[in-house]
């Protein structure tokens, strides 16, 4: 998991570096998080698999008289401790990748993201102010039409087909 991890970083290092598509940076991106993902995944499974290692070794046998610590000094034995460590490595280790990441690569992929989301409303604003002109440089409006449209906007909902106002009556 920790090789996988680290080849996404660096084809994602990669991606920003040259300023690849938003779909190639976003999914070096998300491979990356699933390889972080994964690595707290291995070590949580395993800490199940060794604990249950261990409580098999200490209920397979007999209590004595001293049940409680001998069930205890049978799940110590059993590898319980080595079960719970995997469980800290595998935190330790998901969170030194998070950081690794934001580390090596943070600043650039926040650049890359800010600049991609100002072209997208760059291009929004092309094609707006396009339409604009087209609007312009259509038919130009009298003054009086538009002033008569925007009394009958004033005076209320326009009257549907086959009623007549009070000014064309």
Do not use: N
Not at 118 to 125: E, P, V
Not at 130 to 143: G, N, V
Request: charged residues 20%; proline residues 4%; hydrophobic residues 45%.
């Amino acid at each position: 998991v920790l090789a996988l991890y680290v080849h996404s970083l660096d084809r994602l290092r990669s991606a920003l570096r040259r300023a690849a598509p938003p779909d190639v940076v976003s999914q070096a991106d998300h491979l990356t998080d699933v390889w972080t993902s994964l690595f707290f995944g291995v070590g949580v499974i395993w800490t199940a698999i060794g604990m249950r290692g261990a409580l098999v070794q200490a209920l397979g046998a007999p209590a004595g008289s001293g049940a409680g610590v001998e069930v205890l000094q049978r799940m110590v034995d059993g590898g319980i401790l080595l079960a719970l460590s995997t469980t800290i490595f595998g935190g330790i280790g998901g969170y030194c990748m998070r950081v690794w990441k934001a580390v090596a690569v943070g600043g650039d992929l926040k650049r890359y993201y800010d600049a991609d989301a100002r072209r997208d409303l760059s291009a929004l604003r092309v094609s707006v102010s396009a339409i604009e002109r087209r609007l312009a440089d259509s038919q130009p409006m009298s003054r009086r039409t538009a002033e008569a449209l925007a009394s009958d906007s004033a005076a209320g909902p326009v009257p549907g087909p086959g009623h007549l106002t009070e000014a064309a009556r």
